[in-house]
């Protein structure tokens, strides 16, 4: 792992910014605008300060720490569930795989009826089971859920009511549940990386489905064509970050 200086001056600078003076706190609640906190793992326990900034945090990001090896996983403080305005919590920054974050997710993390994003990236143990709590989380939109070392899509998407888009890439899916077609305004799944050759015929009555991502699933080119004839409303993206060689072979003639 690469060492890095402490972020701690980078999380006192993102408070100490949010903050309006007395005079302009009304111009500030009235526009709207947004806070948002990046701390590593490592500097957690600065999310139970008493600081009011984190009355008004609406976006949180926890980013890995490079600074040492996690042996074992951070659970993330229970105080996560007391930011009644946050609308946004990223775990890990999406791709990177340089520095280690390995958390699990606090119960409470339901109270968050606010959030509208909850998005995962390499942060959880193999052995770790994505909480069904999630499922709760009524006002949620974006999920993802990347390399999570998921074998199925975990059926509290299925409560998800107002989700729009589900992304689900690097883990070891290859069974779409029919529970996806009763999600009213999920728009684009993205399902790359993963094993699936073959999608629920009910999802083409998805009234708001429109993209399906599904590089590097190791489709041939006929089931690929398969597909986009049985879900003609749907753009499909099969690209193959590793030239992926059922493909090539089959368009080769082999």
């Known amino acids: ?97 340089d520095c280690d974050l390995v958390v699990t997710l606090p119960a409470n993390l339901a109270k968050l009826k606010k959030l509208k994003t909850l998005r995962a990236d390499d942060a959880f143990e193999p052995t770790y089971a994505v909480p069904s709590f999630i499922g709760e989380l009524s006002a949620l939109e974006n999920l993802g859920l990347m390399r999570s070392h998921l074998a199925a899509v975990p059926d509290f998407v299925g409560k998800l009511k107002r989700l729009r888009l589900l992304t689900l890439w690097r883990n070891e899916i290859r069974v779409v549940p029919e ?23 009910v999802l083409a009555k998805a009234r708001a489905l429109r993209r399906i991502r599904l590089g590097n699933n190791h489709l041939t080119l006929a089931e690929q064509e398969q597909l986009r004839r049985e879900f003609p409303n749907v753009a499909f993206d099969f690209a193959n970050e590793y030239d992926d060689g059922v493909a090539n072979d089959e368009a080769s003639g082999r």
């Open 179 to 201: 529970f996806l077609a009763e999600l009213p305004e999920l728009e684009e799944i993205d399902l790359s990386y993963n094993e699936v050759h073959r999608l629920p015929p």
């Open 1 to 97: 792992m690469r060492p890095r200086p402490t972020r701690w001056v980078a999380f006192v600078v993102a408070i100490v910014a949010s903050q309006p003076s007395a005079a302009a706190e009304p111009a500030a609640a009235g526009n709207g605008r947004k806070t948002t906190i990046t701390v590593t793992v490592d500097e957690l326990g600065m999310l139970s300060s008493s600081d009011p900034a984190l009355a008004r945090v609406k976006e949180l990001r926890i980013d890995a720490t490079c600074t040492r090896t996690l042996e074992t996983a951070v659970p993330l403080p229970a105080t996560l569930g007391d930011l009644a305005t946050l609308e946004a919590l990223h775990l890990g920054p999406e791709g990177r795989q």
